[in-house]
Structures are given as structure tokens and as C-alpha cells.
């Protein structure tokens, strides 16, 4: 691109050169010549800019600085939140690990960049970041304007309501609401959702409004409202900082969608299909039965599809032509596991969270994760 | 006959008596402060109940029915809530901060290095101590190796990247780790800055005076929270790609710079305070402009405005906090941020956590506090209104 910018700069110049004294028809030709070299030189400089930004990919410079610099939340549980050693722990977290696997081929190469909600997008714009996996809406606006692009989506969430059951015995469904105090976090979407709701169903409530979220959660547990609402993977969180948990339950209604899932900058495509595909090999895997643990003996599967899958096809490309070794899979599962099993260690029932599959379960158990097929 | 000839003159004075005992010991002290008036009787009834209702409680809660240790949130919750304490117990659950400690004094900083920060705080006390004390000899070298080495030293212990020391990116410091070097560079920048800028202020020479108004009157005109903000989202749009500033060093300079032009400002009311006759008494004796504020102004001034000093130094110690806004961690930050950990979310954790992150600010806001008023009394050579 530079060096076809370049030429025709060259070639005016000399051309220009030529002109002068000449008689004035010709005179006026140059300047309108030099116009243009003028306007070719900035042309071909600009071209050359956004080549040189453009020439090293975001794989390359991954590969050069050895690791994959992962955006996460400054601690949401569950999705990136750190352990007793400091490590950083959840989905979230977990999905770096596994692009780390499939470009490294080990997944401990990550190194996480907690962000707050306000510097999220500009650290990828920015190229602080090369992934941002932070529990981040996917929108039109933040895939358009922001220039940012989704991947997917590793976890559903919508706005849920949490209830005492105590002090709405009988209650199992957010249609039973009406009437009751609701406790909110003001200058959100979520008072803007509960609004619509209620107003959809012509059911009246009564809001409790809180400015922080520790003060939601205080109220909440001091009885001060009968109702708690927000994201509801958040809600189950807040459950087990209640005084008495048991106590409450998590309505089945969700009336919003959030769902929640990595990006990566514009205008790269490689590392987006490798950003994305890592998503969808954790969905083929669970599909196809390959754990962590069984990961090398399904290596000498009979079934072509998971030989395909794990790259043990002769003459395979899948991998090479994504821009990553062929047993990429392999890595990836034996790094995080499947994504059934990174769901269930990180928020189902091999966390304190115990948030069920629901609509995260694979399509062929009823939910709405689904991979393209690996071929 | 000879007892009437006695003199009535003592021979001896008379020994000191006991005073009586209604002015002295347990009993008057008791009805001097507490039951001198039916008011007085009514307020310390009131207080000693108020304090009998809670005192007791705040010590169960913390030391009596605390949890000390433990692997995970099962050791601080009840059963109905899904650990093993008996229903109804409420305690202070102190294992999340044991589990957590490495964390809230050093943040993540890698756990085969956190001998580096260790070493670095050994080597802060042995020479901040001595430089505490009156006593010890050898403040101008303990003050080099203070103010000059230490820093250096520090600076290649908890980087790394030379020395054989692996490179620590400051992105994975945190806690009192963060907070101490905040405010030590902060104070160690802003106490010499700000005194430079207040003698600029009150400068004859125009481009100096307007100089040190104009960076004072800025700086005190904006929220820190915009600058360490505005330092870490905008900056980087505008730097080329590839150019990145520290984080830390950002905070650093924001910070030292926000107290400086505060420091300025308390120096220069000292300033205020001393009389004409103490500048005209040092131009009479020849001193040049940098003698006279070295010999005779600044030892004054400096004295006069002790409170305000360590007014500022305690006031920048807790604002280091705001550094959260930059995802960067001081300790109520990597507090905060552990809560999230589902491994430890009970109803106690926040509590705990929180009062934990309270007292070892209150241990140096306190610390330092004492320390000046000690100063003050040492330095008080008959000023004393």
C-alpha cells in the first residue's frame, strides 16, 4: 500500500520540476500539479500511518511479547474476581486462559488488566489490552461506534428479582409482584427496566432507591424492601452475603437481556476468528463430550468428528489456517476444560454461587449456546 | 515553769501533709468529672449505660465469637447459610483477612517475590526510626540514605528487571504496598516542592510569583479524582499506540504534585506569621535571601504551621485511596475488591474486611498525629500562646 501511495508522489514532483518557465498556460498546469504532489506526499503519508499500524497484527504481537494482555472487572464474582493467591478467577478470566492455550498452547500466559466500567473501551481502543473479557453487554452501539467487536456470548444474563420468601410466601412468579417494595440501584438501566415492566404487566410497585450497591444489599437484608432486583447472575452473589440465604429465592422471570461476552478491536480479523473460535471450540468440546480429564485418550477416539475436533485428521489445516498449532483444542480443554466444566467450577455447582445452567445450557439441552461446526 | 517558757516558734517546718481526701484520689476525681452537678450525673448514667449496651457486644463480635482461621466462607457463615456455625452467630470473621493478608499488604505482586517488598519496609523502619528520634546522632547522613537511597534502592528491589531481580510490572502492586509508597513519595515531593512554591508565591520577581500562582491556584482548582482520571483515560488515546505511560508513576506524579500545591499554600500562611522585624533583623546582619529564610524565617514558619503539615500528609495518606478510580489497588481498594471472591462472600466478610482496611489507616493517621504534637512540644522554645 505504501509503496504504490509513494510512486505516483515521485512521478508528479519530477513532472512539476519540468515546468518551470514555462509560458503561462503550462505555468498554471504546474501549480496545479504541485497542488496534487502536495495532496499525493499527505495522501501517502496517511496510507503509510495506517500501514505501519496496521502491518503488525494483534497475533504477531502477542506471539513477540509472549503473552495475551486480558481486560477483566475489578472483581465480580464468578466472572473475575481473585482467589486466597491473588490469581484472578471466574468465566471471565478463565475464557483468556483459554485463548492464551490456543495460541500458546499453555494457558497460564495471560496477564489481567482489571478495569473499571469507564476505562473498558478505551483500553482496547487504545491497544493496552488485546481482549476484553468483563462481563460487557453486547450492544449495537458498542459494535458500531465504539469499534469494538463481540465475539459472542459466554454468559446470558438478564435482569432477575430475588424475593423473602419469608415475607411473600406463595410467590413464584414476578407476575405475583404487585404491591411490593422493590429495592433498586438509581441511575441505571436496570430502574429503567423495572420501570417498563411493571408498567407492561399494570402492576403498581414501590421503589426503594439506593445510590451505592452495598446500600441495596444492607436494605435488602434489613428487610427494608421485599424484593431485590438486578443482573441476575449478580443476584446470586449478593444471596450469600444475606444473613439468612435460605430464606430467599431467585424469581424464574428474567425481563431484560444482557447478554455478556468478550471483545476484541476492529479490524483484525485474524485475532477476532481466533478470539472467536476459541468460544466456539468450548461449546463443540462440551457437545462432543471432551473434558480435561479425558481430553488425550478422546485423542484416539473412533468418532471423526472429535479426531477433526482435536486435530488428529491426517493432513489436518484447521489450525494452521486459523492461524494457531493444529491441537489447539486440545490445549484449550486440557487448559480451562470444556465450557460446561468452566460454567460449573466458576458459577454453577462447583462454586458457592450455584447458579444453574438455564438458558446456558448447550442447544441440545434446551439452551441457547451453540457452535458452528469445527470442519 | 520551764514548759512555759517554750517558744511558740517551730523549730522545724512543718512536713508536707496528705491533701485531704475529699480533693484527691479515686473518689474526687469521680465527683469532680462525673457527678459535680444533677446535669453532670444525668449525662454519665446515660453514657455508662450506652457504653454497657454496646461494649459488650462490639467485644463479642470482634474477639469472642471471631472466626481466626480457616480454608473458606464455610468457617464464617451459620448452617442455614451454608457454613458450619450454629444458627444465629454473628462474629467477626478475621480468617478472610488472614487468607487475604498477602494480598492487602503487597497486592499481587508474585508470590516467590514478595521478599522484595518485605526488605524494602525492613530497610523503610531501620532508617525511618532513628530519624524519628531525637536522640540518635547522624540526621544529615540517616536523612541521605532516607530520602536519597532508600528511594533508589526501593525503586530496583520492587521493579526489578536489573540485577538478576525478575521485572514486577507495577500493574500487579497493591495494598499497603501501594499506599506507603503513594504517600512516602508524596510527602518526601510535596514538603521541599511546596516550600519552593510558597517562597515563589510571595516572590518580588513578576514570572516567578505568576508561575507559582498560576501552577497553586490550577492544581487546587482541580478534583485529584479528575486528574488521576483524565491521566488514565485520555492520556493513552492521545499518546501513539505503543507509548504507555506507568500507571503508577501517573498516580505518583498527580499525587505529589496535588499535595505540593496544598503544601504551598499551609507554608506560606507560616510565612504570613512572621513578623517584619524578623526579615529586617537578618537583612541587618547580611545575610543573603536563601541564608535568611534557611537561618531565621523558615525555622520559624515551618514550626508555626507543624498542624498543617501533618494536616495535609494525613489528609494525602487516605486520598490515596481515590487511586481506585484508576484501577490501581491501595488497600481499601484490594479490600474492596476481595469481597468479590465467591469463596469468601458471607454476611461477616465485608464487615471484617472493612474494619480491618479502618484500622490500619487509623494505626498511621494516628501515628503520624502523635508524632507532630510531640514535635510541636519539642520545638516550643516559648511560643506557646
Known amino acids: 500500500m505504501r509503496g504504490t501511495g509513494n510512486g505516483p508522489g515521485w512521478e508528479l514532483r519530477s513532472r512539476g520540476k519540468k515546468d518551470q518557465g514555462l509560458p503561462l498556460e503550462n505555468r498554471e498546469k504546474g501549480l496545479w500539479v504541485m497542488k496534487h504532489i502536495a495532496i499525493g506526499i499527505l495522501g501517502a503519508a496517511t496510507l503509510g500511518l495506517v500501514a505501519s499500524a496496521a502491518s503488525a497484527t494483534t497475533l504477531d504481537t502477542v506471539k513477540a511479547k509472549g503473552f495475551i494482555q486480558c481486560g477483566v472487572s475489578t472483581g465480580l464474582a464468578g466472572f473475575s474476581a481473585p482467589d486466597d493467591k491473588g490469581d484472578w478467577q471466574g468465566i471471565d478470566a478463565d475464557f483468556c486462559r483459554a485463548v492464551a492455550a490456543a495460541v500458546f498452547g499453555d494457558g497460564t500466559k495471560v496477564k489481567f488488566t482489571p478495569l473499571s466500567a469507564k476505562e473498558r473501551f478505551t483500553a482496547l481502543q487504545s491497544g493496552e489490552i488485546d481482549i476484553l473479557s468483563r462481563n460487557t453487554t453486547w450492544t449495537i452501539n458498542r459494535d458500531t461506534a465504539l469499534g469494538l467487536n ?183 480443554v486440557k487448559a480451562v476444560g470444556n465450557y460446561g466444566e468452566m460454567f460449573e467450577r466458576n458459577v454453577g455447582s462447583g462454586s458457592p454461587l450455584k447458579i444453574a445452567r438455564g438458558i446456558n445450557a448447550l442447544w441440545t439441552k434446551g439452551g441457547l449456546q451453540y457452535a458452528p461446526p469445527i470442519r | 515553769m520551764q514548759e512555759h517558757d517554750m517558744s511558740w516558734v517551730r523549730t522545724e517546718m512543718v512536713l508536707a501533709q496528705p491533701a485531704p481526701a475529699g480533693v484527691t484520689g479515686f473518689r474526687a476525681w469521680v465527683r469532680k468529672n462525673l457527678i459535680a452537678s444533677a446535669g453532670d450525673t444525668i449525662l454519665t448514667i446515660v453514657g455508662i449505660a450506652l457504653v454497657a449496651m454496646i461494649l459488650p457486644q462490639i467485644i463479642n463480635w470482634a474477639f469472642i465469637n471471631a472466626v481466626w482461621t480457616g480454608p473458606d466462607r464455610t468457617v464464617c457463615a451459620t448452617v442455614a447459610q451454608g457454613g458450619v456455625q450454629p444458627d444465629g452467630w454473628t462474629g467477626a470473621c478475621w480468617a478472610f483477612v488472614n487468607a487475604k493478608f498477602g494480598q492487602f499488604m503487597v497486592g499481587r505482586y508474585p508470590i516467590e517475590e514478595r521478599w522484595r517488598p518485605i526488605l524494602v519496609a525492613i530497610l523503610f523502619v531501620a532508617l525511618l526510626v532513628p530519624m524519628l528520634i531525637p536522640k540518635v546522632p547522624r540526621k544529615g547522613l540517616n536523612a541521605i540514605l532516607l530520602f536519597f537511597v532508600l528511594p533508589i534502592v526501593a525503586f530496583i528491589l520492587l521493579v526489578g528487571g536489573m540485577f538478576g531481580l525478575p521485572h514486577v510490572e507495577t500493574s500487579l502492586w497493591g495494598g499497603l504496598l501501594v499506599t506507603l509508597s503513594l504517600s512516602f513519595v508524596g510527602i518526601a515531593v510535596s514538603l521541599p516542592l511546596g516550600i519552593v512554591l510558597a517562597l515563589g508565591r510571595r516572590s518580588k520577581m513578576p514570572i516567578i510569583k505568576t508561575l507559582c500562582v498560576v501552577f497553586i491556584e490550577t492544581v487546587r482548582g482541580i478534583p485529584l479524582i479528575t486528574v488521576l482520571f483524565f491521566a488514565s483515560v485520555m492520556l493513552p488515546l492521545f499518546l501513539p499506540e505503543g507509548v504507555s505511560f506507568d500507571k503508577f508513576l501517573r498516580a505518583l506524579i498527580g499525587v505529589s504534585l496535588f499535595a505540593a500545591a496544598y503544601m504551598a499554600e499551609v507554608v506560606r500562611g507560616g510565612l504570613q506569621a512572621i513578623p517584619k522585624g524578623q526579615y529586617e533583623g537578618a537583612d541587618s546582619l547580611g545575610l543573603g535571601y536563601w541564608q535568611k529564610m534557611y537561618f531565621i524565617v523558615m525555622p520559624q514558619a515551618l514550626k508555626l504551621v507543624i498542624p498543617g503539615i501533618v494536616n495535609t500528609f494525613i489528609g494525602m495518606f487516605k486520598d490515596t485511596s481515590l487511586v481506585i478510580i484508576i484501577s490501581m489497588f491501595d488497600l481499601l481498594g484490594i479490600v474492596k475488591q476481595n469481597f468479590s471472591d465467591p469463596n469468601w462472600a458471607t454476611a461477616q466478610t465485608a464487615r471484617s474486611g472493612l474494619i480491618f482496611a479502618a484500622f490500619v489507616f487509623w494505626l498511621f493517621c494516628f501515628g503520624m498525629s502523635r508524632y507532630s504534637m510531640y514535635t510541636e512540644r519539642r520545638l516550643d522554645t516559648g511560643h506557646k500562646r
Open chain 1, 150 to 332: 463481540f465475539i459472542g456470548v459466554t454468559y446470558y444474563d438478564g435482569q432477575g428479582f430475588m424475593i423473602n420468601a419469608k415475607k411473600l410466601p406463595g410467590v413464584n412468579s414476578a407476575l405475583q409482584l404487585s404491591g411490593a417494595a422493590v429495592c433498586v440501584q438509581s441511575g441505571t438501566t436496570t430502574e429503567l427496566n423495572l420501570a417498563d415492566y411493571f408498567k407492561a404487566n399494570k402492576m403498581e410497585y414501590n421503589p426503594v432507591v439506593f445510590e451505592k450497591l452495598e446500600e441495596v444489599n444492607a436494605a435488602y437484608d434489613a428487610g427494608r424492601c421485599d424484593v431485590y432486583t438486578t443482573d441476575q447472575s449478580g443476584l446470586y452473589g449478593i444471596r450469600l452475603t444475606l444473613g439468612s440465604p435460605a430464606d430467599h429465592v431467585v424469581l424464574p422471570e428474567i425481563i431484560s437481556k444482557e447478554p455478556l461476552g468478550p471483545a476484541v478491536r476492529q479490524g483484525d480479523d485474524q485475532w477476532y476468528h481466533i478470539v472467536k473460535w476459541t468460544y466456539f471450540a468450548l461449546l463443540q468440546a462440551e457437545e462432543l463430550g471432551i473434558t480435561k480429564a479425558n481430553v488425550d485418550e478422546m485423542k484416539n477416539s473412533a468418532s471423526p468428528e472429535i479426531k477433526r475436533v482435536l486435530g488428529q485428521e491426517a493432513d489436518t489445516k484447521i489450525g494452521t489456517d486459523l492461524g494457531v498449532s493444529n491441537d489447539w483444542v486440545v490445549n484449550i
